[in-house]
């Protein structure tokens, strides 16, 4: 099946300081999702990428959808003790929209040191 | 803000035993999603749903699970007869079909 992976896995930054993680895949994506998840929590939905190239901000997050339609990146700016989590890349194969089974990648745990 | 809900929050079963995992979607969407989620592993579909018919679902989803739409709120998933391996986090989604899903908090299942 297809496969996200995200780099890097970990991440353990100070804060204020800018984050930027990414996710690949082996096969071509037409939507490219980023969610956060808390500990013991469902994900949330942070930015949705609809178009290759595209480069979309939601407050202090970044994300772009790649031109080859293969991967995404994220980037958080100035980060702040609420930014704790797990960052997950995810998309529906191919065109599928109405039934977007996701898959969903390996994630990011993000650690702020105080 | 509309938001996917789900009971119960935690629920612990002998192996066995029948288990049912409830959602209420958003209300004007369409589709219905179960995903799964082990301890510290990344979420895994089970099963899409759409005009009361499962629409896609995963090899995770076996003969022991199911799912119903019994009236135009609720959204369930069961299981039948519970595995040790069926403890994880059981998170609903819902979307109005454009491409963003909605999760839930999700419903914890510990089998013993």
């Known amino acids: 099946g297809q496969q996200l992976n995200q780099s890097p896995q970990s991440m353990f930054i100070q804060e204020g300081e800018d984050v930027s993680m990414n996710c690949t895949s082996s096969s071509i994506f037409n939507t490219w999702l980023w969610y956060k998840q808390d500990p013991g929590e469902g994900p949330v939905l942070l930015i949705a990428l609809y178009k290759a190239g595209e480069l979309t901000s939601n407050g202090r997050l970044t994300a772009q959808f790649g031109i080859t339609r293969k991967d995404s990146f994220l980037n958080i700016s100035a980060s702040i003790p609420s930014d704790v989590g797990i960052y997950f890349c995810a998309g529906p194969p191919g065109a599928n929209f109405g039934n977007e089974k996701l898959t969903f990648g390996t994630g990011t745990r993000l650690t702020i040191i105080p | 803000e509309p938001e996917v809900t789900q009971t119960p929050s935690h629920q612990v079963t002998q192996m066995g035993q029948e288990v049912i995992l409830r959602c209420v979607p958003i209300s004007n969407h369409l589709y219905f999603y179960w995903y799964r989620q082990i301890l510290g592993q990344k979420v895994e579909f089970l099963v899409s749903f759409y005009n009361n018919e499962i629409s896609e679902k995963s090899e995770i989803f076996d003969d022991q699970f199911s799912v119903e739409r019994p009236d135009g709120s609720n959204f369930t998933l069961k299981i039948r007869s519970t595995k040790l391996e069926d403890s994880a986090m059981y998170f609903c989604?819902?979307?109005?079909?454009?491409?963003?899903?909605?999760f839930g908090e999700g419903s914890r299942l510990t089998v013993l």
């Open positions: 989604a819902s979307s109005e079909g454009g491409g963003e899903l909605f």
